[in-house]
């Protein structure tokens, strides 16, 4: 079943000059002497809510990977997607900014416990008036791990246990106030009523909090959680936790498959498809004309640096693919390491391109190169084919993307009548929810 209502669209973004397309930076337009700066994350909010797009949401790792012939030196040496600020920095700004646009934070349930996490998040919804969604991560590869003292991962399936443990003690974290306890009366000296507060006594399997919380209840009472994760505990716990879904699926036929799936584990968990939007990421080089979009799609080819494509899909897959070659040897070596979802993409590739494996594992993401027409025929396609409620889209080169998106494809998506004109809420979630 298709969800009701229009398209939603989420820009991926990092804090860094280049996001999932391996070598943005190196494009010559792409600003590089301001990625300290406040005013590039602000320009970027602005021309997002111009977009109208749903949300900007910062994917994160806590390290840098290297995996890749066991070191660092080809993912960050050649500009891999790392993150050069917290993104919890960068957001208040990108808030500041915007009065509609839905601001993703990515943050892990396996490092972080639920106080430092419900009170952070809870600060962001506060100021940003009700726009913020948490990208629950478990956490992907060692190096993080050794960051936060542990030698390796713990198992996947103890990382999704322990998520639902701390994304329930957030919960009731933010719970511990009623809407109406901030009462800030200087006459009478009633501060708040404290009656209308009061303690989260979680205790889980694996995380504790007394609370109460120490900030108020939030606009939106609880950040709309997202979720990644593909495998089938990760799907579950989308399933039970998440309104919004984002997935890597290759071709449209693996997105319908996807949302189906997805679809039978909501309701097993008394949800339904409606709940939830379901987002596949999207890249698209778009030009006035087919041979501009050509022309542009062929000089991104010529950046490509294949050592950083190499150790790029190495963190995704959680294998050093200096040493792989099969995806059953992928898989057996990665053990909790890697995504999914990223094994799966490649699998459905390398499928849909007649190309084994170790080719697909080896390639740089697709994109769909065309005029504003073109892109926007596939995204209908998709939509109104059941395999997604939407999209996630990386920048090729930033903030171009988004600047030929906004400018030649949104207007497009909005005269088919299938992508918003205005925001019809004021919260994240009543845009994401809003079938208008
Ligand atoms: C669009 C997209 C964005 C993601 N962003 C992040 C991220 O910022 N940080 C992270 O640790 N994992 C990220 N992931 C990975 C998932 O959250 C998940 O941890 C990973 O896929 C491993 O779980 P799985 O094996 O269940 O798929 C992302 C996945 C997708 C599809």
């Known amino acids: 079943m298709r969800r009701p209502g229009k398209m939603h669209l989420v820009a991926y973004l990092k804090t860094g000059p280049t996001a999932s397309f391996a070598s943005g930076w ?8 301001d990625i300290w700066e406040p005013s590039r994350w602000e320009n970027l909010a602005r021309l997002l809510e111009a977009a109208r797009f749903d949300c900007g949401f910062f994917a994160d790792g806590l390290g840098i990977p290297d995996l890749y012939r066991d070191s660092f030196a080809d993912y960050i040496g050649r500009g891999g997607q790392a993150s050069l600020l917290d993104p919890m920095i960068v957001l208040p700004l990108m808030a500041r900014a915007t009065t509609h646009l839905g601001l993703g934070a990515t943050l892990s349930t396996t490092f972080y416990e639920p106080y430092q996490l419900a009170r952070s998040l809870g600060s962001l919804d506060l100021i940003s008036k009700g726009r913020v969604a948490w990208n629950v991560v478990t956490s992907s590869y060692d190096a993080e791990a050794r960051n936060f003292g542990l030698d390796q991962l713990p198992d996947k399936d103890l990382r999704y246990d322990r998520a639902e443990d701390v994304l329930a003690a957030c919960c009731a974290l933010w719970d511990c106030w009623d809407e109406d306890a901030v009462v800030l009366d200087r006459k009478s000296g009633v501060f708040t009523d404290a009656t209308k507060i009061r303690y989260a006594n979680y205790e889980g399997p694996f995380v504790k909090t007394r609370g109460p919380l120490s900030i108020p209840r939030t606009p939106q009472g609880r950040p709309v959680i997202l979720q990644a994760g593909s495998s089938p505990r990760g799907r579950d716990v989308a399933a039970r936790w998440a309104e919004m879904i984002f997935c890597t699926v290759a071709t449209k036929e693996d997105g319908i498959e996807f949302c189906e799936d ?11 498809r409606s709940d ?24 991104l080819q010529t950046i490509i640096d294949p050592e950083l494509v190499m150790a790029s899909n190495s963190g995704l897959l959680g294998v050093d693919l200096s040493k792989m070659e099969s995806a059953d040897q992928a898989d057996a070596a990665a053990g909790a390491k890697g995504s999914q979802g990223s094994r799966d993409r490649m699998r459905q590739r390398a499928k849909a391109d007649g190309t084994s494996y170790a ?10 190169a065309g005029t504003p027409e073109m892109i926007a025929d596939v995204m209908e396609d998709w939509f109104k084919a059941g395999a997604c409620d939407g999209f996630v889209i990386p920048p090729t080169t930033f903030p171009m993307t988004y600047e030929d998106i906004g400018r030649m494809v949104v207007p497009e998506l909005q005269r088919r009548g299938i992508f918003r004109k205005e925001y019809a809420g004021r919260t994240l979630r009543e845009n994401l929810l809003n079938p208008g």
């Not at 190196?26 to 002497?33: E, G, Q, S």
């Not at 987002?279 to 006035?288: I, K, M, N, Q």
């Not at 080719?359 to 769909?368: D, M």
């Open 359 to 368: 080719e697909a594992a080896r390639k740089a993401r697709a994109q769909l």
């Open 262 to 272: 997805m679809e039978r584990r909501l309701r097993s968990f008394g949800r339904s």
């Open 26 to 33: 190196r494009h010559p337009a792409a600003p590089l002497d």
């Open 276 to 299: 939830v939007a379901i987002l596949p990421t999207f890249s698209a080089v778009v030009g006035e004309t087919e041979s501009i979009a050509k022309e542009k799609a062929e000089f």
